[in-house]
DNA sequence: TATGAATGAGCCTTCATTCAT
DNA sequence: AATGAATGAAGGCTCATTCAT
């Protein structure tokens, strides 16, 4: 049945637009990420119908990643603090694992190309580790204030905290990562 | 007989720009924008040399109405407290007045086109308030993660405030507004 | 073990042509004409050798059965004007029959890639029914007109007369028909 | 108010694209025409939003020089048989006189590619002549199939006509002429 | 100075054809 | 023989910038 789709090409193709979209923007020329990927330009296209495919297919590939990380981290026993704490580790190595990730998703959420689909998936990929996070921080929090915590802060502050650890010498790494965590915690105290 | 340039022009262009960059990012044309400033496409270049141009003119133009706006409201007596909530209070008040510049100032700032000349003015714009706040929040924080929490997270935490407001119902938003003020400095308490 | 040639393909892929080709001309996609055959875009191309040669292979096809129909229906008995009659209304018959294929050979003629060669044997196909026509209007016309009526009008003004049919109620057809025919055989005499 | 737009150029565009269809369809490419009307590839748009609205300019440009050739032409003296046949004269004339637009006329038809709107407006500037058709014809043939006369025979006869002349050598022109004019004359008689 | 036509590089996408399977 | 992925040359169109008016 003729030489199938190459899973390998896909991730090549993929991997060369995250590398350029990081660096240029959702606006890098998908003649730039075939190139990049070693493919010819029409054969992007047999990967992903539109740009907007690939970017949407991008974007999601990333929240998966990040999602199952989450998931695979979460740790079943241990008070509340250390739950949370071992979950905000995990999202600090993983931004500073990958920064290019990183810089992508910033990219695609500005673009205005990612569709209600894709957001909506996304939004599926992390319902159930919101669930655990909901749990552990139960007694912790003012329950008004639960989805504000978990929903917009805990990885807006990740986030920020990857961004000072990325602009800091190696050293200060820890100690940022500890007061982005103290930030998070005390502050979210009820 | 030159004419000099108008400033109502000049003002007219960087809104419309601004307008327009908020709703499809930089990749508005600039003869798009100069058709909503209502001036002719080439005259757009004879206020701003380039279209990178136009966009550092216009960061700036938004980040000195901020840094303004904080200076401006930054109260020169009270506990230190007071002084950093009603700095907060500012804060989101300039953002939900102001929904399109803070559109404006996601795009420019992850579209690789801000010259690091642009940044560095902007840093200076906003030195004098950086320290008053410096000076409240002295004796509350930890002396080695003051930079962290005044350059890092009190303007994305303001952010991340407004964004849950936006998608909040009004009578939310005093609560929100709390919510992360609390967050903030319970959060950065030594 | 070299499977032959499956005739039933090969008539599958004229026919998707011939559909695809008179609604969107020549420009159909050998993909899209592949696809509507059932067969895989490769496969096309072990039926014909390229695109021009599908061209000319379907315009051949269609005028081949066109000169069937003229052929077997030409009465070997019967006067001038009945065989004409007959034959007109076998063209007639024919066009109405086939709306498609009459598509097809309009956007084939425009289409500037039937070859000479194609040409030539188009011609070859209608030679004999063209001189049993000859020979039935020797006493009616001219014979320095003879060849513009046979070669020029004769197939045209039936063309233009299924037109008009196509556009008009049914009812009106049989009354089309006969105001052809009595164009051509009035127009015609000598 | 900077430089006008230049009918000059759009003429030349016009009769660039008239060129090249005639040749090779109305696949001809937009850069292939700019290049032979002398401009930049990008100016063809700023007097044509697209290719299409250039197909559609270029068909009515020589649909109304058509028409106005007719309506210029047509006399308002003499008995009906000698109108017909000045009309007739007239369209010959021009037929052999515009070839390239003649075979433009076909190639727009058969695309698909003309609106509905441009066909109405088409219709609307033969009108005026038509009607004067109608009435020349009006005691020549059956009423009944006035419209199949004018509206689908007329110009078909003579586009043949002129077919059959460009195929033949010019001292059969008039003969040919004669031929098609007696073919409708005679044809059309009640 | 203000205007908007002119420019041509560059963008996304399509397509006939080839070739590995 | 059949399949459909791979290819890269076009194709239509957009856009920042220049320049004649």
């Not at 119908?49 to 241990?78: H, S, V």
């Not at 655990?132 to 802060?153: C, N």
Request: net charge positive.
């Amino acid at each position: 049945m003729a030489r199938p789709l190459s899973e390998e090409k896909r991730e090549a193709i993929l991997a060369a637009a995250a590398e350029l979209i990081a660096t240029s923007g959702t606006g890098a020329s998908t003649a730039s990420i075939a190139k990049a990927a070693g493919v010819a330009e029409g054969t992007l296209f047999t990967y992903f119908a539109t740009k907007d495919d690939l970017l949407n297919q991008l974007f999601l590939e990333i929240e998966t990643n990040l999602a199952q990380t989450m998931m695979a981290a979460y740790p079943a026993k241990g008070g509340s603090r250390e739950r949370i704490r071992h979950l905000w580790d995990r999202l600090i190595a993983w931004g500073a694992a990958n920064p290019t990730w990183r810089k992508v998703l910033r990219q695609l959420k500005v673009s205005g190309r990612i569709t209600a689909e894709s957001r909506r998936r996304s939004n599926a990929l992390f319902r159930e580790s919101r669930e655990l996070v909901e749990q552990s921080m139960a007694g912790h929090v003012d329950p008004e204030r639960m989805s504000f915590y978990i929903d917009t802060v805990l990885i807006g502050l990740a986030d920020m905290t990857i961004d000072a650890m990325a602009a800091s010498p190696k050293k200060q790494h820890e100690h940022l990562k500890q007061a982005g965590f103290d930030l998070y915690w005390k502050g979210t105290a009820v």
